[in-house]
């Protein structure tokens, strides 16, 4: 059965019976009954169908109406005019099943112990006591002829009266809405006070009579009780539903109330006063004492009160503060969890957490359910600390309490967990707490989103005008956003690529590298990764981009993989010609001495696993000094690149050509099979520079120039390691230089004596000028016409302590690579002018008009040389044009300004000038009309081959034609044959040297020749 039906039938019930009872007097006591037990029976009832969570009052109710039931029953059917009687009995013992039932529902409903709330109650039902007493029991105390319990028995009833009132009022006075439920019990208990007093005033005036309009009032009180009952409304009396808190306000209706209740006890002592005669003074006295001590009671709470509020207003103050300073959801919660240990009362155990996350409704609708108290169990499950142990706590939208230094923003439930009493008076604070939490929450949200649009505005600025190509690509690798900067990358504009697969970027042989690196990426195989791949532009061109990948597609903002390229192509160009420039020569493009070094040992590992034969060859350019110090240094360095040029054609591109500096190459020889291997390629690279080289001038024009080159071989037969190698190679090279140049030589174990010989040939030669051990020998320049000996060329010799005389082709070299070649020069100088000095004044008549003196370059060019040449003709007393100095064509050669001024100089004091092995490689004939010489001395080469040659007499005969046309004097060298002597003179020669007039001799043969003539040499 339904509550409404219920009430439908309740209803008519009490109708019926009632109108039964004032129809039928008669029957009256039987339908009385029926109205007070079947109001007890629907209070039953309504406990059946509702079901509150607390059954005791109802149940007390219930006795309420069963008591006063039964009074009426005893009191109808038995003597009326019995008092007391035992209907009293029952009637008296309603009241306090009344009152504590009335109890139980303020402790329900209060929620707590609101003594203010109580107070409020008491004044006024005091006041309405002492109206009682005064106009009620007061007469019946008074009254002589009651007995004692006919005066008790009537005080009970105002009594139980105004116990029940007191008990109403502080029932209103609870916090709470209002429910059917509560208005009808309220008005049931009202009507019973009221029809209470109204039977006792008549019970006073002895004119009660049953069956009167006053029967009404009980009828009411019984039917409002069971309908109370009845309503669904009746469990919210006694059960802990989510509710509001609301607020209580001293209104001016209370503030009224508590006013006029004040006031009741001197009225009532006025009214007494109006006939002269107080009565009832000392109650009057005791119950403004009482109410008296009721608002002390009232103002001490207050005072507690303000207490208690100042405290909470401070405690909120602070922690305002530190919200306001709060600067992340962490640094909130600190401060919310630190005010709220300050509000509650000391040694109170709480617990403060926040439990579930705001999701399902707005924001508006979150916050619009405020601060609810709530049963433990009904609430979610904490974040932290769990509330067991508490049966309520007060429930607030807030935010989250993380950790302190948190920056995570989230709204939650705030609870609060405590003791119920606790709760109530500590929801102010709290709700304002957490009021001040959210707004700093809000406050710091919104600072930083605005710091978020801020940086999003940054960033986008940023990568709106990078250089580097941004792209996110989706899960079906096509492009769903595209940096600005692609454009420039890439030639196609941003907004055209975005759709488009990123492999169109990307030239086709690359596209499953780029797409098997995002699957691994995808499948989680990599966080980033960064390779190289070439981009295609639109207009087909390639570009080298450097691509980044990285995974975002958990990022809301990003879901997918950002790609970020970077053109590269000309870092990568650099990167290119650095890495080049580190391994290989500037100015031959070949190999430099790092990269054979590498490439050397890699040979090396590779031969000792298969057996293979690794060869090394140093070479190094014959007299390429000369080249630079003749021709000009930019004439030698298109002599090195045209050498190492040649060396490369020669080897092949299998091999290893490099420049380890200045005039010195390498080759090496991998995966060769015998050693000979590496003697051919020497033996090849030998022929192939013996060629000349025709280079050009910057000034216009070319020169064929000598690039003969010096090799020294070796292999890993000989050597262990690479360095031993490299030593191996340098000191054949060393060798071959010093026996002859324009060769090879292969190491041999023996070539290490030599090189020792050749560097104690160095040492030793630095004293030869002081130890005198240099002597000179002579050999005549002769008049080919007379054959008479017309000059002596000075040829030195170094007389060894150990090894005996060596010729000028031994330690020249040395001697020029130590310098010393300049104090022997020194020493010729002298020697050979005091020769010709003394063989002057000896033969006086004889033909002998100079002697000639070799000077090299390093001499020559030496500080002061002039100026010694000029002192030596002093001190020798030979006049200078009896010297003829011979220089190198290379000397001349080069635009050097100081060797012209010098040259002229000797030129202007009377010496004569002499190029030694004219037509040797380096001369231009268009110089020489400029050159400041005197003879030209042609090489031996020119003449051994001219009885045989054509072509070289024709080459002799033009030199000897063209230096007379230049006034230049001539003598041929190497005239070793009657039959060169005889073409020469008729091609106009008119000197000659060689060994068919005799080879250099000592100065004794030379004063013979002077005494008779070269002839009896020629003819012996």
Not at 69 to 77: P, Q, R, S
Not at 275 to 288: C, E, K, N, Q
């Amino acid at each position: 059965m339904s509550t409404r039906v219920a009430r439908v039938s309740f209803g008519a019930w009490m109708v019926v019976l009632t109108g039964a009872y004032y129809a039928f007097p008669v029957y009256g006591t039987a339908f009385w009954a029926g109205l007070g037990f079947g109001a007890a029976i629907a209070v039953l009832v309504g406990v059946l169908l509702n079901r509150p969570a607390r059954g005791l009052p109802w149940f007390l109710l219930c006795g309420v109406l069963v008591t006063f039931a039964l009074g009426d029953a005893v009191y109808n059917l038995t003597s009326r005019d019995a008092f007391p009687s035992p209907a009293d009995g029952f009637y008296l013992l309603s009241y306090p099943l009344l009152a504590g039932a009335l109890l139980v529902f303020i402790r329900f409903r209060s929620g707590a112990d609101d003594r203010a709330a109580l107070l409020d109650a008491l004044l006024p039902t005091a006041a309405i006591g002492l109206v009682v007493w005064v106009f009620w029991i007061g007469p019946l105390v008074r009254d002589t002829d009651l007995s004692t319990a006919e005066k008790l028995t009537s005080i009970g009833y105002p009594l139980g009266d105004v116990l029940a009132l007191a008990m109403l009022v502080r029932l209103l006075s609870a916090p709470g809405t209002r429910h059917l439920s509560i208005t009808a019990l309220t008005v049931g208990v009202i009507a019973l006070l009221g029809t209470d007093l109204i039977y006792g005033l008549s019970r006073l005036n002895q004119d009660w009579s049953t069956g009167g309009p006053v029967d009404v009032g009980w009828v009411i009180f019984y039917a409002l009780l069971g309908y109370a009952s009845l309503d669904p409304s009746m469990t919210r009396l006694t059960e802990h539903t989510p509710a509001a808190f609301t607020p209580r306000v001293a209104g001016w209706r209370r503030l009224a109330m508590l006013v006029a209740a004040a006031l009741v006890a001197p009225a009532v002592l006025v009214y007494e006063n109006l006939d002269g005669t107080v009565s009832d003074a000392p109650v009057i006295a005791i119950f403004s004492a009482l109410m008296f001590l009721l608002v002390i009671g009232r103002l001490a709470g207050l005072l507690a009160d303000h207490r208690r509020i100042s405290h909470r207003e401070r405690v909120l103050r602070e922690a305002g503060t530190q919200l306001v300073s709060a600067a992340t959801p962490g640094d909130v919660a600190a401060a919310v969890r630190a005010a709220m240990a300050q509000l509650m009362p000391p040694n109170e155990p709480y617990v403060l957490e926040s439990a579930g996350i705001f999701s399902g409704m707005t924001r508006e609708e979150f916050f619009a359910e405020g601060v609810t108290l709530e049963p433990v169990a009904q609430l979610p499950a904490t974040h932290g600390e769990p509330l067991d142990g508490f049966d309520v706590a007060l429930r607030a939208p807030g935010p989250l309490l993380p950790e302190e230094g948190s920056s995570e923003f989230q709204f939650t439930w705030i609870c609060l967990a405590a003791s119920e009493p606790v709760l109530w008076r500590l929801r102010p604070a709290f709700e304002a707490l957490v009021s001040q939490g959210t707004m700093a929450i809000d406050r710091i949200a919104l600072g930083a989103e605005v710091s978020r649009r801020k940086h999003e505005a940054y960033f986008r600025t940023l990568i709106q005008n990078a250089s580097d190509v941004i792209l996110i690509v989706g899960g079906d690798d096509h492009i769903t956003y595209a940096s600005p900067s692609a454009g420039d990358v890439f030639g196609t504009p941003a907004a055209m690529l975005t759709g488009a697969p990123v492999t169109d970027l990307i030239v086709g042989e690359q596209h499953e590298r780029l797409r098997e690196s995002l699957q691994r990426l995808r499948g989680g195989r990599g966080q980033a990764m960064s390779f190289d791949l070439v981009g295609l532009g639109a207009d087909g061109r390639t570009v080298q981009v450097e691509c980044a990948i990285q995974d975002m597609r958990d990022e809301p903002t990003v879901r997918g993989a950002v790609l970020t390229m970077r053109d590269v192509t000309e870092r990568r160009r650099l990167e290119s010609d650095l890495a080049h420039q580190a391994f290989h020569d500037p100015l031959t493009g070949l190999a430099n001495r790092l990269l054979l070094q590498n490439r050397l040992e890699h040979a090396l590992t590779l031969a000792q696993r298969d057996r293979s034969v690794v060869g090394l060859l140093f070479i190094d350019i014959d007299d390429f000094k000369v080249v630079n110090d003749t021709l000009g240094l930019v004439v030698g360095d298109r002599l090195l690149a045209a050498v190492g040029a040649r060396i490369a054609s020669v080897v092949g591109p299998q091999e290893t050509v490099a420049r380890l500096g200045g005039d010195e190459f390498a080759v090496l020889i991998e995966q060769a099979q015998t050693p000979v291997e590496a003697d051919d390629v020497a033996a090849r690279i030998v022929a192939a520079c013996a060629e000349p080289f025709e280079l050009r001038y910057d000034t216009g024009g070319t020169a064929m120039v000598g690039g003969a080159v010096s090799i020294g071989v070796t292999t890993n037969v000989e050597a262990h390691d690479a360095a031993e190698m490299q030593r191996q190679a340098d000191l054949a090279l060393y060798v071959s230089k010093g026996d002859g140049k324009g060769r090879y030589q292969r190491f041999r174990t023996d070539l290490h004596t030599a090189m020792v010989e050749r560097l104690e040939m160095r040492a030793a030669l630095s004293s030869a000028v002081e130890d005198q051990q240099l002597v000179l020998q002579y050999q005549p320049i002769v008049d080919l016409a007379t054959e008479d000996v017309v000059g002596l060329e000075a040829l030195v010799r170094w007389r060894h302590p150990t090894r005996g005389l060596i010729g000028p082709g031994e330690f020249i070299e040395v001697a020029e690579e130590n310098g010393a070649i300049v104090p022997i020069g020194a020493w010729v100088l002298r020697e050979a002018l005091l020769a010709i000095a003394n063989w002057r004044q000896l033969v006086p008549a004889a033909p002998l008009r100079y002697v000639s003196v070799n000077v090299s370059a390093r001499q020559f060019r030496s500080p002061g040389f002039v100026d010694e040449v000029a002192k030596v003709i002093t001190e020798s007393g030979v006049p200078p044009w009896r010297l003829l100095l011979e220089i190198t064509e290379s000397l001349l050669l080069r635009d050097d300004e100081s060797v012209w001024q010098d040259l002229a100089r000797l030129r202007e004091m009377g010496v004569r000038i002499a190029i030694d092995d004219f037509g040797t490689g380096y001369s231009s004939l268009s110089y020489l009309r400029q050159m400041p010489v005197d003879i030209l001395k042609i090489d031996k080469s020119f003449i051994d081959d001219i009885s045989s040659s054509r072509q070289q007499r024709a080459l002799v005969a033009a030199i000897v034609n063209i230096a007379d046309n230049l006034n230049l004097g001539v003598v041929a060298e190497g005239v070793e044959d009657p039959a060169h002597k005889q073409l020469l003179l008729d091609m106009g020669c008119p000197f000659g040297q060689g060994y068919l007039f005799s080879p250099p001799a000592w100065p004794d043969t030379v004063l013979t020749w002077l005494d008779h003539g070269i002839r009896e040499r020629l003819a012996a």
